[in-house]
């Protein structure tokens, strides 16, 4: 049977790796307990958590069993990692309305049944009887203060202002890898590549307290070709919650990706055979467009179903070559047929403002009907609506349907 690191790394998953020979052989050799982190500062995931959960399927489908831990407590503090400033807390009420939310996203990449089911657990559960003075003499003392202001995440903290609470999330991420590898017999622990210092820190706890099977392993993050994170839109991240981002603009966002990141998509967002990967992202020109269309097809019906994607789709079609239906674009219905361009812009989200609307305009990226808009005090009008609809459209990518 192919050892599952084969496959992570023929789809270019693997950043870092704690003990690459001992990761690879225990991996090979009998089905583990391995662990993913996911804070729960938001009612929806996002792409970023994306591709965590697709290293976590691959994991249990070659039969090792994925726990979901969802850190109602560490939520509380915040990870630091990649944050330049301290993340706003949240009540309790929210973070349990988060974590209801996030279950039913979770469970349709990784499978809560059959024999190696995945377990979700939340670390408020254990931290919420943890005394502080206890907790810092058996855990905090294995600690060097000193080498953890060297790790990258407290780093880029320094010049803006660290707090103790905030550097405290090492301690408790670490601590949780110690009550999984406790409870559950957890020796692996993955996550996004801007998680290795929290990772080794829990690697480490384990082995200081006396064993030797603790492992980490990293992913990377999903990016463009300048290395910018991949996952951004014009209304802010792109989520997994369609009524955050519609299953429309969705699909749209990976049917537009750059020609030099099809690739990356198809191997880490689906679960398309690589030979078919390859004579896909072997197409060159307007050929690579044929790739799009199917990571966006499939990497929408993974988040929101066969019906959706092909909702999507149809939407698209009809957009770009006059074939299927406009029902299932994002679509604003107006309470005032005459209003501004301006604030049609800002009304359907395609610009924050009013001011980057007027630029827009100004740059000659914004046309109604196919027809360019060039004057910033422009009024829509019955006429632009006689079929009922206007299509308001930023350059060549981005459509929404306006309704009367």
Not at 225 to 241: C, D, H, P, S
Request: hydrophobic content about 40%.
């Amino acid at each position: 049977m192919q050892n599952v690191m084969d496959i992570l790394e023929e789809r270019n998953y693997i950043e870092q790796l704690t003990h690459p020979k001992e990761i690879r052989e225990l991996l090979g050799k009998e089905n583990i307990s391995f662990y993913i982190g996911i804070d729960p500062t938001a009612d929806s995931l996002h792409i970023g958590h994306f591709v965590s959960l697709m290293v976590a399927s691959h994991l249990q489908k070659a039969g090792h069993r994925p726990i979901i831990l969802v850190g109602g407590a560490t939520a509380a503090v915040g990870d630091p990692s990649g944050k330049t400033d301290m993340r706003k807390m949240l009540s309790q009420e929210e973070l349990a309305h988060n974590v209801e939310c996030l279950k039913q996203q979770i469970s349709k990449l990784v499978s809560f049944e059959g024999e190696n089911a995945a377990i979700m657990v939340n670390n408020a559960d254990w931290f919420s009887n943890i005394k502080f003075v206890e907790f810092m003499r058996e855990i905090g003392s294995l600690f060097s203060v000193n080498k953890m202001l060297a790790a990258e995440c407290y780093k880029q903290r320094l010049e803006t202002g660290l707090t103790f609470f905030e550097m405290s999330y090492m301690l408790m991420q670490s601590y949780d890898f110690w009550h999984l590898y406790n409870e559950y017999g957890c020796k692996l622990e993955i996550g996004g590549n801007d998680q290795w210092s929290n990772i080794i820190g829990g690697v480490d706890l384990i082995r200081k307290i006396g064993k030797d099977d603790s492992f980490g392993l990293t992913f990377k993050l999903l990016t463009t070709k300048e290395g910018k994170k991949m996952g951004k839109t014009e209304k802010g991240a792109l989520w997994l919650n369609p009524e955050k981002t519609s299953p429309y603009e969705f699909y749209q966002y990976w049917r537009n990706v750059e020609d030099a990141s099809v690739g990356t998509v198809l191997k880490m967002l689906t679960f398309l055979p690589t030979e078919k990967i390859d004579e896909l992202t072997s197409l060159k020109d307007e050929k690579i467009n044929e790739a799009k269309k199917i990571a966006a097809y499939e990497i929408t019906k993974l988040i929101h179903g066969e019906e959706e994607a092909k909702k999507a789709e149809e939407a698209a079609n009809a957009l770009f070559n006059g074939q299927g239906s406009l029902e299932n674009m994002p679509t604003t219905k107006l309470e005032d047929v005459n209003i501004s361009v301006v604030d049609a812009i800002v009304l359907t989200g395609i610009a924050p403002s009013k001011s980057q609307a007027r630029t827009l305009i100004n740059q000659g990226a914004v046309s109604l009907n196919d027809e360019k808009i060039s004057d910033i005090n422009y009024r829509l009008s019955e006429k632009d609506l006689e079929q009922g609809f206007a299509i308001l459209k930023k350059g060549k990518k981005v459509f929404h349907k306006l309704e009367k």
